[in-house]
């Protein structure tokens, strides 16, 4: 209902002109008021305050000139709010928008509780309107920040990935409120038709961890960070225990007092949230400055997962270093060269030809130990020692691939590998 249609012209006129009048005892009177009835309004610094009593001087001459005429006066929430620095939006909450809204209102209305009821109408419905649009001026200033953010996150998960690091990335990192700082792995899939990245975030707050999330054309790739704990007890981030789903590598100690998920078990919560086809968990790496080696191995790894028939998801990259090895990924063959035959061979001779007579002959025990004219048990023994010294299962299909692939490697990069035709019998000649 339009005030021009309801109220005597020649009182409306009076109205104003007392408005005008009083206005600047209604802005005194709204600031003393805030500084009583809101702690948040007194602890801010000088300049902020100053600020606020800006905004609501400017709302009380913005309703002057709504009352005036409503329909061609373009009030809206940036002449209230235009007076203040951008920084303010940022430093006061919604929350404490309308809070500052309702002690204006409060403040005028005991002013003119006097007057006619068609000013304290007005004042109710301007209220109303303009606490509405300042719900609007937020969610303007939370979906430009939101894009921002994605923007800003998409630059850094693309350098991580690209392993392009510059000065301003700490920085970047910190602005989108990254909260891991202890161990990290990359996680990369198919992203779905329909992404739900708040489901991925709520996914990782819940198991203790924080996510970057990046997609690029078909990839979905998350950057999983964990906190450090003093009392985890399931082994060192740095030591050389290979990304291989075997229990003694897995599994925490007994005596650890709080479970801390695993980037295996993280990656498990977060499946759901990728599209079809492989997944692929890179190795775990100490920080943040260190995810492009994780990346690499995971990128490498989704690009070949699909020739691993019953890979699982998500599949560890490096479960799939002979297909990487294969595809001519350097850092794969370097990986099963330096993790498996190096240091067989430089540990004991007799467990890398036990390891090679063994996966010759099609891991049978018992032409492994006529062909090295042992006893079989002799043969059980030196697999494990072998699994010992570098982690893997020979008498596992899937791990048997690994280190064959690591030998066949290691062959060629070693002149001195040994042959078939170098084994004697005991006695021979």
């Known amino acids: 209902m339009s005030a021009s249609r309801t109220q005597d012209p020649a009182a409306k006129q009076k109205t104003l002109a007392w408005l005008r009048t009083v206005s600047g005892e209604f802005a005194t009177a709204t600031i003393k ?20 009593g800006l905004v609501a001087q400017a709302g009380i001459t913005s309703f002057i000139s709504w009352f005036d005429d409503p329909k061609a006066t373009p009030w809206i929430a940036a002449d209230v709010f235009g ?13 404490q928008t309308l809070q500052l809204i309702r002690v204006t209102c ?39 920040r939101g894009l921002w953010d994605a923007r800003l996150e998409a630059l850094v998960v693309d350098s991580i990935l690209s392993g392009e ?41 819940h198991l203790d961890a924080d996510v970057l999330i990046g997609v690029q ?3 979905l790739v998350l950057v999983i960070g964990r906190a450090d704990s003093d009392d985890a007890t399931e082994g060192s981030p740095g030591s050389a225990s290979p990304a291989t789903t075997l229990p003694a590598v897995a599994s925490g100690s007994a005596g650890s007092t709080k479970h801390h998920p695993t980037f295996t078990e993280i990656a498990l919560a977060l499946e759901p949230g990728f599209g079809d086809g492989p997944l692929v968990l890179g190795h775990e790496v100490p920080g943040l400055v260190d ?36 595809a001519g990924d350097p850092v794969a063959r370097s990986t099963l060269v330096n993790r498996i035959y190096r240091p067989l061979k430089a540990h004991s001779s007799e467990l890398l030809a036990t390891l090679w007579c063994y996966l010759d002959n099609g891991r049978s025990l ?49 002149p001195d590998a040994p042959t078939k035709s170098t084994r004697k019998a005991p006695g021979a000649k």
Do not use: C
């Open 33 to 52: 008021k805030l500084d009583e009835t809101l702690p948040w309004y007194g602890s801010m610094p000088p300049g902020r305050r100053s600020a606020v």
């Open 83 to 95: 007076a203040a620095p951008r920084e303010l939006l940022r430093s006061v909450s919604l929350q």
């Open 106 to 144: 409060e403040v005028v209305e005991d002013r003119v509780q006097d007057r006619d009821s068609f000013l304290r109408e007005a004042i109710l419905l301007y209220s109303r309107e303009i606490a509405f649009a300042a719900a609007d001026v937020y969610a303007r200033a939370a979906e430009a």
């Open 165 to 205: 690091y510059d000065d301003e990335l700490p920085s970047r990192i910190a602005a989108l409120g990254w909260h891991g700082h202890g161990a990290v792995s990359v996680l990369v899939g198919t992203a779905p038709r329909m992404l739900d990245v708040d489901v991925l975030r709520r996914t990782a707050r």
């Open 217 to 219: 054309g078909s990839r």
């Open 291 to 326: 995810a492009s080696g994780s990346a690499k191995a995971a990128l490498a790894g989704f690009a070949v997962a699909r020739s691993w028939r019953n890979a699982p998801r998500p599949a560890q990259a490096d479960d799939l270093l002979p297909e990487r090895a294969l």
């Open 366 to 414: 018992e032409a492994t130990a006529r062909e090295l004219f042992v006893h079989p048990n002799t043969v059980r023994y030196r697999l494990k020692r072998v699994t010992d010294v570098i982690g893997w299962d020979a008498t596992g299909a899937r791990e048997a691939l690994i280190l064959q692939s690591a030998l066949i490697l290691g062959s060629i990069a070693d």
